[in-house]
T-cell receptor, first 114, second 110 residues
Framework: SAVISQKPSRDICQRGTSLTIQCQVD?????MFWYRQQPGQSLTLIAT?????????ESGFVIDKFPISRPNLTFSTLTVSNMSPEDSSIYLC???????????FGPGTRLTVL | KNQVEQSPQSLIILEGKNCTLQ??????????LRWYKQDTGRGPVSLTI?????NTKSNGRYTATLDADTKQSSLHITASQLSDSASYIC?????????FGAGTRLTVKP
């Protein structure tokens, strides 16, 4: 298993600003993932962050809007840039562990953009 | 069209009752199927994970079934408790590619 923490747990931001979300894991993992969960919806994968390489983004998500860092095997950040109210969501990081890539999720960051 | 469909969208039951949540999928090739519980304001927590050869798996009062031929899974909750109130998400994997269902919102009332 893996224990994951995220900071901040929630934030209220003004449109046009940026927020960086931190994700810390208690063990070294190869694959980390960032998800968005809009109100009442299920999770949507934003990108996969692997240490030592650029993140791989899913269709509809771009690096300029959601830059990701992965400086080591236990830490990653996701930045939500130039925010608009449509970016109001819960952002979750997760890690894949084991041969079945079982996903363990962080507690999420609840973002509200005014 | 979502490749993982869950039903019902929401469900209200009385404490102590049983319930069954459904998950139908079209994801192919199939690697594994997981059920997650997500409490409000929290990240999803894994309940069960099943591979192609597994038909049923239990985790306490939660029992998941899988029929890989019909591409259906169910999550049965026995003797529900108030703490079971949450969203239950079915996730089907084709190797590293995961598809999320929209979830079933369960409310258990006293």
């Amino acid at each position: 298993s893996a224990v994951i923490s995220q900071k901040p747990s929630r934030d209220i931001c003004q449109r046009g600003t940026s927020l960086t979300i931190q994700c810390q894991v208690d063990s070294q993992v190869t694959m980390m993932f960032w998800y968005r969960q809009q109100p009442g919806q299920s999770l949507t994968l934003i990108a996969t962050a692997n240490q030592g390489s650029e993140a791989t983004y899913e269709s509809g998500f771009v690096i300029d809007k959601f830059p990701i860092s992965r400086p080591n095997l236990t830490f990653s950040t996701l930045t939500v840039s130039n925010m608009s109210p449509e970016d109001s969501s819960i952002y979750l990081c997760s890690v894949g562990v084991g041969s079945y890539n079982e996903q363990f999720f962080g507690p999420g960051t609840r973002l509200t953009v005014l | 069209k979502n490749q993982v469909e869950q039903s019902p969208q929401s469900l209200i039951i009385l404490e102590g009752k049983n319930c069954t949540l459904q998950c139908n999928y079209t994801v192919s090739p199939f690697s594994n199927l997981r059920w997650y519980k997500q409490d409000t304001g929290r990240g999803p927590v894994s309940l069960t994970i099943m591979t192609f050869s597994e038909n049923t798996k239990s985790n306490g009062r939660y029992t998941a079934t899988l029929d890989a031929d019909t591409k259906q899974s169910s999550l049965h909750i026995t003797a529900s408790q108030l703490s079971d109130s949450a969203s239950y998400i079915c996730v089907v994997s084709a190797f590293l590619d995961m598809r999320f269902g929209a979830g079933t919102r369960l409310t258990v009332k006293p």
